[in-house]
């Protein structure tokens, strides 16, 4: 019998990465990493075939370091995913809500309940990830400390889920990236494709203007444009996109032939079918 796949993850096991995985591939067996660099090892080693990145955050913008690790990575994008994320109390067996003195969790989730932590009297306690916190809770096996995690990770480490959907808003969603050591140009999917791509623009006038006209004058809808530095320097930029399209659409075709001569660089990470939960 062959070995199940798995995909590589950043984080503990629980951790919304890992609701991602198992959302998007739950045939694959998800691999638990330290960081992101070790996810993408982990593919580019054959420890898995794919890997799970998220790259931005409804609420938080996106996530620091992964636009500057895909394109080195060697990696290439064949799908997306979203995860909406519901934060849980969570407890220790036997546990309920009046026993919670405190609660543990990542920085940035703690900031999302800030109302239902104040309306129950319960203090935050900074954890450093969302799973890892809900693990600590577990093994501590104090009444009066939880976590505020996800529902997988109550599952995973015995707790008791005591109040869900706690976040103050009610659509912070994280998207997500598969990333694969081959590229799939296939059209697939139902919702249309969507393909991502880095460049750096030629040192002339306006580069930036003209290389993106010719997306304006195809017809073609860029959905996302990001400039970050590169190199520690303060004059090197690049830019990271996600536009409509696959890049044998003509159109398409056209408007990355006009950016080509407008650019130094430009690597296409990926084309993959939109996700049916985008947005």
């Known amino acids: ?11 503990e096991p629980g951790a919304y990465s890992h609701e991602a995985c198992r959302s998007a591939r739950p045939d694959h067996e998800a691999l638990a990493c330290r960081t992101f660099e070790d996810a993408i090892e982990a593919v580019k080693t054959g420890q ?10 409804s609420t938080y913008g996106r996530v620091a370091d992964i636009h500057s690790l895909l ?31 405190e609660a543990q969790s990542h920085t940035v989730l703690l900031g999302q309940c ?18 890892g916190s809900a693990r600590a809770i577990a093994e501590a096996g104090v009444r009066s400390r939880g976590a505020l995690a996800g529902e997988l990770a109550a599952e995973i480490y015995g707790l008791d889920v005591l109040a869900r959907h706690i976040e103050d808003e009610g659509n912070n969603t994280t998207r997500f990236l598969v990333m694969s050591p081959e590229a799939d140009l296939t059209r697939r999917g139902d919702h249309g494709m969507l393909t991502t791509f880095v460049f750096q623009t030629r040192n002339i006038p306006a580069a930036l203007y003209k290389a993106m ?10 959905t996302k444009l ?32 006009e950016l080509a001569y407008f650019t130094e660089e430009l690597t296409i990470l990926g084309t993959y079918p939109r996700d049916a939960r985008r947005p």
């Open 213 to 222: 006209g010719g997306f304006a004058t195809n017809g073609v809808n860029m």
């Open 71 to 101: 394109p080195g990575s060697e990696l290439k994008i064949i799908g997306e995913a979203f995860v909406r994320v519901h934060i849980n109390l969570l407890g220790v067996p036997g546990t309920t809500i009046a026993d919670i003195a």
């Open 114 to 131: 800030r109302n239902f932590l104040r309306d129950n009297g319960i203090r935050r306690v900074t954890g450093a990830d969302t799973a």
């Open 226 to 257: 990001e400039s970050y530095m590169v190199g520690g320097s303060f004059e090197a930029s690049q830019f990271y996109a996600d536009i409509e399209g696959h890049p044998e659409d003509p159109a398409v075709a056209r408007a990355l032939e």
């Open 48 to 57: 898995a075939e794919l890997a799970m990145l998220p790259v931005e955050n």
């Open 1 to 11: 019998m062959a070995s199940q796949k798995r995909i590589a993850f950043q984080g």
